[in-house]
């Protein structure tokens, strides 16, 4: 089965940086997507930013120009490096990815959207 591993969540200072990292694992046949999202205590999950197959990336307003995702499609991981962290940056961090898996290694791809178990993210001010 496909699954997902993040990585590189942890505490900082405000105006630090963090890069957290992101690897699917498994039979997967293409990545259409991947995405980080975050979620805040008592808040809605929310796009954090996404990169498309074709390198197409998109971002939330409150991010923009302070992260940069990156992708490493030979891997099949993505990254996320975040500069200048404010402790409204604090919050779980999620890996998001949309890809076809081949289950048990052989027939037709089938589409799915895999989540990974989040990677806390810190920032004191």
């Known amino acids: 089965q496909v699954r997902v591993v993040e990585s590189g969540g942890g505490y900082v200072q405000a105006g630090g940086s963090l890069r957290l990292s992101c690897k699917a694992f498994?039979?997967?046949?293409?990545?259409?997507?991947m995405a980080w999202y975050r979620q805040a205590p008592g808040t809605e999950r929310e796009l954090v930013a996404r990169?498309?197959?074709?390198?197409?990336?998109n971002y939330a307003d409150s991010v923009k120009g302070r992260f940069t995702i990156s992708r490493d499609s030979a891997e099949n991981t993505v990254y996320l490096q975040m500069n200048n962290l404010g402790p409204e940056d604090t919050a779980v961090y999620y890996c998001?990815?949309?890809?076809?898996?081949?289950?048990?290694?052989?027939?037709?791809?089938?589409?799915?959207?895999?989540w990974g178990q989040g990677t806390p993210v810190t920032v004191s001010s």
């Open positions: 990169i498309f197959s074709d390198a197409q990336k």
């Open positions: 998001n990815v949309e890809a076809y898996d081949v289950p048990n290694g052989f027939g037709d791809p089938r589409y799915v959207v895999l």
């Open positions: 498994g039979n997967i046949f293409s990545i259409d997507a």
